[in-house]
C-alpha cells in the first residue's frame, strides 16, 4: 500500500503544493505580513522538507525545531489557524485524498502547542 508521499502524487506534486501553499500564505492580508522578511524560497524547502517527512516521503526534515523557529514571532491561535485553513484550501485546489488531506491537518493541529503560546486558542 502506498504511503501517504506516494498518493500525492510524490515529490513534484507536493512542490507543486508547497510553492502554491506558501505563495498564497505570503499574499494572504491576514498573515502575510508575518512573512515579509523570510525567504520565500527557504520557507517553501522548510515546509516540503517538514511535509515530506510527516507524509512517509524519503525526506529527513533539516530545519530547526518547531518551537526554536517559531518562539520569536509570538504567533497568535487566530494566525496559526489562518494558516491551516490555507493548507486545506490547497489540499481541496489539488484534489488531495481527503484521508490524506485530513491525516495532515490533524498533524498540523497537533503541532499547534509548539508554534503558538495563545492559551485557548485551540478551535474545537
Same mark, same amino acid.
Given at each position: 500500500?502506498?504511503?501517504?508521499?506516494?498518493?500525492?502524487?510524490?515529490?513534484?506534486?507536493?512542490?507543486?503544493?508547497?510553492?502554491?501553499?506558501?505563495?498564497?500564505?505570503?499574499?494572504?492580508?491576514?498573515? @502575510?505580513?508575518?512573512?515579509? +522578511?523570510?525567504?520565500?524560497?527557504?520557507? =517553501?524547502? %522548510?515546509?516540503? &522538507?517538514? *511535509?515530506?517527512?510527516?507524509?512517509?516521503?524519503?525526506?529527513?526534515? @533539516?530545519?530547526?525545531?518547531? +518551537?526554536?523557529?517559531?518562539?520569536?514571532? =509570538?504567533? %497568535?491561535?487566530? &494566525?496559526? *489557524?489562518?494558516?491551516?485553513?490555507?493548507?486545506?484550501?490547497?489540499?481541496?485546489?489539488?484534489?488531495?485524498?481527503?484521508?490524506?488531506?485530513?491525516?495532515?491537518?490533524?498533524?498540523?493541529?497537533?503541532?499547534?502547542?509548539?508554534?503558538?503560546?495563545?492559551?485557548?486558542?485551540?478551535?474545537?
Amino acid at each position: 500500500m502506498p504511503n501517504d508521499f506516494d498518493r500525492i502524487g510524490g515529490e513534484p506534486a507536493l512542490r507543486a503544493l508547497i510553492a502554491e501553499f506558501v505563495d498564497r500564505v505570503f499574499d494572504d492580508p491576514m498573515i @502575510g505580513f508575518m512573512f515579509r +522578511r523570510t525567504s520565500r524560497e527557504r520557507l =517553501r524547502e %522548510m515546509e516540503y &522538507q517538514h *511535509a515530506a517527512e510527516h507524509l512517509g516521503g524519503p525526506v529527513v526534515y @533539516g530545519g530547526r525545531p518547531l +518551537r526554536e523557529a517559531h518562539a520569536p514571532h =509570538r504567533i %497568535m491561535g487566530g &494566525q496559526f *489557524a489562518r494558516r491551516k485553513k490555507i493548507l486545506s484550501d490547497v489540499l481541496v485546489a489539488r484534489g488531495v485524498d481527503e484521508e490524506v488531506a485530513a491525516r495532515w491537518l490533524a498533524h498540523v493541529e497537533a503541532l499547534r502547542h509548539l508554534v503558538t503560546y495563545d492559551p485557548g486558542s485551540e478551535c474545537r
